[in-house]
């Protein structure tokens, strides 16, 4: 098991699970992404932060945690009773113990679930994107939309590159990358569409990556040989080490 640093202050707790719970406004989440980029210490608190996080909730441990918590003297019966939504606020080192603890009772989610899943969670994360070079006046909605993007604001991207693909149906890299942040937000039927636009586009510098979001899709459904004859046409290493994980037959 990873360790947990032992205390992160409540307050920079408060700060991540507002962002990671989308509660800023743009122009907070835009600052506080600045200071991860200025601060290698913050960064890392946050980074433990959020693989915590996304551990208690993906296995719907946050519930039971507050059945676990009474058993430790730290807590204060002032926490104990908190209606914070996360009870583990105090200690992660107690974090920690009490998902080692429920992961010995069998109900750790990385050791059940659906693999293939589990294998799109591992191997998925959004194209980060082009260089923002906003100095090009012919495309600046274009590049306006990719700052969006590569904030992590995918609706805005999307209502933006939208508009452009009215007039540049065929274009392959707006379609690339609309299909980019569909797929971030979870539209998978809409990325799919777009992605199979960019394949269609014979020559595509973005038909390797193409081929390879559509094989994690069909992975994610479980449709194990549309996902390998998909990741079998891409080139990118990923493609490759993915099916290494697949399956032969």
């Not at 989308?22 to 601060?39: S, V």
């Not at 559509?214 to 990118?236: D, F, N, T, V």
Request: aromatic share 14%; proline share 3%; no cysteine.
């Amino acid at each position: 098991m990873d360790k947990y640093p032992k205390y992160i202050s409540q307050e920079k707790q408060e700060l991540f699970e507002r962002y990671l719970l989308n509660e800023m406004d743009k122009a907070e989440q835009l600052a506080f992404l600045a200071k991860l980029d200025a601060d290698a210490s913050l960064n890392a608190e946050f980074n433990e932060f959020k693989k915590l996080f996304s551990a208690v909730e993906e296995a719907s441990l946050h519930e039971r945690m507050n059945e676990y918590h009474k058993t430790f003297e730290t807590y204060s019966s002032k926490e104990a009773t908190s209606k914070k939504r996360f009870p583990f606020r105090i200690n992660y080192g107690i974090a920690a113990s009490v998902i080692l603890l429920l992961s010995l009772g069998g109900i750790w989610y990385f050791n059940g679930g659906n693999k293939t899943e589990k294998l799109f969670d591992e191997f998925y994360s959004p194209d980060p994107g082009l260089p923002t070079v906003m100095g090009d006046t012919n495309n600046y909605d274009f590049y306006e939309a990719m700052v969006a993007y590569k904030h992590g604001d995918y609706d805005q991207a999307i209502e933006k590159w939208k508009k452009l693909l009215v007039t540049k149906q065929q274009n392959d890299t707006l379609n690339y990358f609309l299909a980019s942040a569909q797929m971030a937000i979870g539209d998978e039927k809409a990325a799919n569409a777009g992605f199979l636009k960019v394949i269609a586009n014979k020559g595509s510098v973005f038909e390797d990556e193409a081929y390879f979001y559509l094989g994690l899709e069909a992975l994610k459904r479980g449709a194990i040989p549309e996902a390998k004859s998909l990741l079998e046409l891409s080139k990118k290493e990923a493609s490759k080490e993915l099916l290494n994980h697949l399956p032969k037959k």
